[in-house]
């Protein structure tokens, strides 16, 4: 099975920046697809970036210009930056991964593995 395990949550204030890292083990396959997903209290679990094996990215519109979602293969680690932070960027992040390929992969019900979460709190 594969197994996600994410660091780098935290507290900023507005305007600031952060950088989450999840690494996945378990990795047998070339193709595959990865993704961020954030949910806050009372708020439905949203996708927040994706990136697939091709490198190829998507991003919600709400964080586009200000987050960016990247792979180190050689470490088999999924990275989201974070820049421009904002209050409402503030929820439990969680990594997500899957085999095969996605043509909505920001929709949470395409991934079949899940990290613990981390929190990320952003302060005005």
């Known amino acids: 099975q594969v197994q996600l395990v994410e660091s780098g949550g935290g507290s900023a204030q507005a305007g600031g920046s952060l950088r989450l890292s999840c690494a996945v083990f378990?990795?047998?396959?070339?193709?595959?697809?990865g993704g961020w997903f954030r949910q806050a209290p009372g708020k439905e679990r949203e996708g927040v970036a994706a990136?697939?094996?091709?490198?190829?990215?998507t991003y919600a519109d709400s964080v586009k210009g200000r987050f960016t979602i990247s792979q180190d293969n050689a470490k088999n680690t999924l990275y989201l930056q974070m820049n421009s932070l904002k209050p409402e960027d503030t929820a439990m992040y969680y990594c997500?991964?899957?085999?095969?390929?996605?043509?909505?992969?920001?929709?949470?019900?395409?991934?079949?593995?899940w990290g613990q979460g981390t929190q990320v709190t952003v302060s005005s």
């Open positions: 997500a991964f899957s085999y095969g390929t996605s043509g909505r992969p920001l929709r949470d019900i395409e991934y079949n593995y």
């Open positions: 378990g990795y047998t396959y070339s193709t595959y697809y």
């Open positions: 990136i697939d094996s091709d490198g190829s990215t």
